[in-house]
């Protein structure tokens, strides 16, 4: 069973099952936030549950994939494939069923059950990563602790009726994968740019500027830290506030917009737009108050993670599989989509256009992950096609 083409690959079982999860998960959402049915989440309210599952188990998913098929071309580490993928994939699945049936289980075994996946991922990845030659690659590790942080104590205040620190368990996971969208997607997007740069005999983007890097991390966990801990507006605003200019500036280095006739490279960088603008709402509403406060995490989650996301999913299920990099169409469709239902997203918060404006966006974000599943879904369980010499 292992010699399955399925288990080659992290990218291959976690992109299938986080793009099959996706438009299940929007679709029970729907229902629940229509009021057609009732989800089976017990005292769990709705837009915890919501925001739980896209975190950790669709995102979760993507990301896992992601960072697992990367690493060994980028870091030099032991691909993880058949009998470990298996685990992992089985714990994530495991997961996903302790938090559903959560109702009819015993309080602490779904929290226990669902915390499962970053502990193995991280036992599995951190010897590799002490071995590599980049050490910035140990960064991965304080990132996934992060995430598992995030998650036990989301659990631990559903357990104590503790919402409001559910809440801030969810925000930190965020900031989590921002953090790694900001580490990970800054070493790629500048990379696939220049190639299609140079390619096309259109220049080449600056060369890395450590000092700029380090203070745009930096900015970023500073506003992290300050909006976990409820600092004053002002000082949360300030941060954001740098984080819009630090990383709009870092991004209009890399030189996107000559090759914005590259969808592959286009869709990142829209990502990455995307990403400076939430900062810019998230400044916005702290010093002035104009927009609201959750503007900008749906600028960042539905706009600028959804379209990473796809743009990534495509790339790798297309190299990593032996196909040339040409994006089908309906992936084109798809990337279309993804930035329509940000932007209708955006403006159901920001105007309160009401509940037919967010399930539009709804299921165009839901309709361009099964577009994903409809295209890659086959590729993803069927060995790779022999690269040509």
């Known amino acids: 069973m292992t010699s399955s083409p399925l288990w080659a690959s992290a990218?291959?079982?976690?992109?299938?099952?986080?793009?099959?999860?996706?438009?299940?998960?929007?679709?029970?959402?729907?229902?629940a936030y229509l009021g057609l049915w009732n989800l089976p989440t017990g005292e769990v309210p709705l837009k915890l549950q919501h925001g739980h599952e896209f975190i950790f188990g669709f995102a979760a998913a993507i990301i896992t994939g992601i960072v697992l098929t990367a690493l060994p071309s980028w870091a030099g580490t032991e691909e993880i494939r058949g009998g470990r993928l298996m685990l992992l994939v089985a714990l994530w699945l495991l997961g996903r069923i302790a938090v559903w049936?959560?109702?009819?289980?015993?309080?602490?075994?779904?929290?226990?059950?669902?915390?499962?996946?970053?502990?193995?991922?991280?036992?599995m990845l951190t010897p590799q990563l002490l071995g590599a030659a980049n050490r910035l690659y140990l960064l991965l590790l304080p990132v996934l602790l992060a995430l598992f942080a995030a998650n036990a104590t989301y659990h631990h205040a559903l357990f104590t009726a503790n919402h409001g620190q559910a809440g801030t368990a969810l925000r930190l996971a965020i900031y989590a994968i921002i953090v790694l969208y900001v580490l990970k997607g800054?070493?790629?997007?500048?990379?696939?740019?220049?190639?299609?740069?140079?390619?096309?005999?259109?220049?080449?983007?600056?060369?890395?500027?450590?000092p700029l890097e380090i203070a745009a991390t930096g900015a970023l966990l500073l506003l992290a830290a300050l909006d976990l801990l409820a600092a004053p507006a002002v000082w949360t605003?300030?941060?954001?506030?740098?984080?819009?200019?630090?990383?709009?500036?870092?991004?209009?280095?890399?030189?996107?917009?000559?090759?914005?006739?590259?969808?592959?490279?286009?869709?990142?960088?829209?990502?990455?737009?995307w990403l400076v603008f939430a900062f810019a709402l998230k400044a916005a509403a702290e010093l002035t108050g104009i927009v609201p406060e959750a503007a900008w995490l749906h600028a960042f989650t539905v706009g600028s993670l959804g379209l990473m996301m796809l743009g990534l999913m495509t790339r790798v299920s297309l190299r990593h599989t032996g196909r040339p990099l040409d994006v089908p169409g309906a992936m084109l469709v798809a990337y279309g989509l993804m930035f329509a239902a940000a932007l209708l997203r955006l403006a159901a918060t920001v105007h309160g256009l009401g509940s037919a404006v967010v399930t539009l966006s709804?299921?165009?974000?839901?309709?361009?992950?099964?577009?994903?599943?409809?295209?890659?879904?086959?590729?993803?369980?069927t060995p790779s096609v022999p690269r040509k010499a």
């Open 237 to 273: 605003g300030a941060a954001a506030l740098a984080c819009t200019a630090l990383h709009g500036w870092r991004c209009a280095r890399w030189k996107g917009w000559r090759v914005a006739d590259v969808p592959l490279v286009l869709v990142m960088h829209l990502g990455f737009a």
């Open 101 to 123: 049936t959560s109702p009819w289980l015993p309080p602490l075994l779904p929290g226990a059950i669902d915390c499962l996946l970053f502990p193995a991922a991280l036992i």
């Open 11 to 31: 990218f291959r079982p976690f992109y299938f099952l986080g793009a099959l999860y996706a438009p299940l998960l929007v679709a029970a959402w729907l229902g």
């Open 186 to 210: 800054g070493v790629l997007a500048p990379v696939f740019t220049g190639n299609a740069l140079r390619e096309k005999g259109r220049g080449t983007p600056a060369p890395c500027n450590m």
């Open 362 to 381: 709804a299921v165009l974000w839901a309709t361009a992950f099964a577009l994903c599943f409809a295209v890659f879904g086959k590729v993803l369980v």
